[in-house]
């Protein structure tokens, strides 16, 4: 098998070679990142102007194009969605934020955008040149079918699932340019303990959850804390269709919670675009591939797909909603902190579903740097402050207080819905408004 490729290996240093001053260069999404291409394209600042870098979410602590040229001459880094990293470049001018919604990434790609070049993480190659996509099926074979050079990077330590029918296969045929070489262990991440509010959110949740529900889990404390307590439960065959598996997805399957029997489409697997988590969980990937179907943005992303599953029920967190129902996910007031990713896909995945239902779980009130307790339900979103989701499409908020069911409701009705699950502090406050306003 190497020798039908090896022409196509090369170093690291001669693949970013093929690099030029304009290029537009992709470096994908999520935990899949190609660090050696990065590092190598760094190696040639001093040679190169201009050179635009598309990716997002990274989770890596350093981005070295960006580490390697404060002043941007010779690097300019496009992020679709902040990981901590590129949020702290971004607060400080080094990287720029480009709005969009994952399931519209594809065609933005086919229809829109210029890609030069494709740096692509893949695992290691099976007898048959087949690799795995790894931790990110992101857009992956979009991109790679408008890149004019596509690079793969051999990651020795990706899982190698290829998806039970190859919906997360490649080939090296695919590649012009392969690299490889010693990578740096796998990124993980691990959640803070769930405070006592974080514990009611999700036991308000678990209530609402019937049997035979298939989730779709936001990665953090509150949807982790959900699924233990459904580990927990007598709650039974559990499903799986998520933008990214994560540790909360293994602790259901380790209490025989998660069987996926009851989904009409993908029965018996579990679902997913990304891989977010520990080094058990990318463990359990590599041992049981025949459990996982991973695959697309195009096909995980569509709501077409998830209204054909009973009882989808997605779960996402927030960082301030009005009265009304708007939610801002991902600012505070015109700082960005991470992008609207695919929670409005499974929002209306979830809105279509029979019997689905679409939760945002945020905590009622939170403390600021001075101590001061703040509320986290306000009376309108701020100036400044993202809209991530539509009023019309909040079907349910829960807090530590309860959950406002808000489907159907007048904007009155909504208001009194949300005050009722508001922190007690600001509940006169927001009524005021609310009595003031809504008629």
Known sequence: MTEKYRNKFKTPAEAAKVIKDGDWVDFGFGSGFPELMDEALAARRDELHNVRIRGGLVYRPAIQVVECDPEQKSFQYYSWHLGA????????????????????????????????????????????????????????????????????????????????????????????????????????????????????????????????????????????????????????DLGCHTGTISDAFLALYKAGKLTNKKKEINTGL????????????????????????????????????????????????GVQLDLMGQENAESAGTRQLSGTGGQLDFLEGAFLSPGGAGYICIESARRDKKGELRSNILAAIPAGSTISAPRGLIQNVATEYGIAHLTGLTLKERAYAMIAVAHPAFRDELKAYADATFK
């Open 85 to 236: 990293a590129e949020r702290k470049y971004h607060t400080a001018g080094r990287i720029h934020f480009a709005p969009m919604l994952l399931r519209l990434l594809p065609q933005m790609y086919r229809e829109y955008l210029t890609v030069d070049v494709a740096c692509i993480p893949v695992s290691k190659p099976d007898a048959d040149g087949y690799c795995g996509l790894g931790l990110a099926s992101y857009c992956w074979k979009t991109i790679m079918e408008k890149a004019k050079t596509v690079i793969f990077e051999i990651n020795e330590h990706m899982p190698t699932l290829q998806g039970v029918d190859g919906s997360h296969r490649v080939s090296l045929d695919e590649a012009d340019i392969i690299v490889e070489g010693e990578h740096a262990p796998l990124a993980t991440n691990s959640y803070r303990q769930p405070s006592e509010a974080d514990i009611r959110i999700a036991e308000n949740v678990v209530r609402e959850i019937p049997d035979g529900a298939t989730l779709s889990l936001g990665v953090g404390t509150v949807p982790f804390t959900i699924a233990e307590l459904l580990a927990k439960s007598d709650k039974t």
């Open 270 to 317: 579990s679902a997913w675009n990304l891989v977010s988590g520990s080094q058990e969980l990318y463990d359990w990937l590599q041992a049981e591939p025949q459990l996982f179907y991973p695959a697309d943005v195009d096909y995980i992303h569509n709501p077409r797909n998830m209204e054909k599953i009973s009882n989808f029920i997605s779960i996402n967190g």
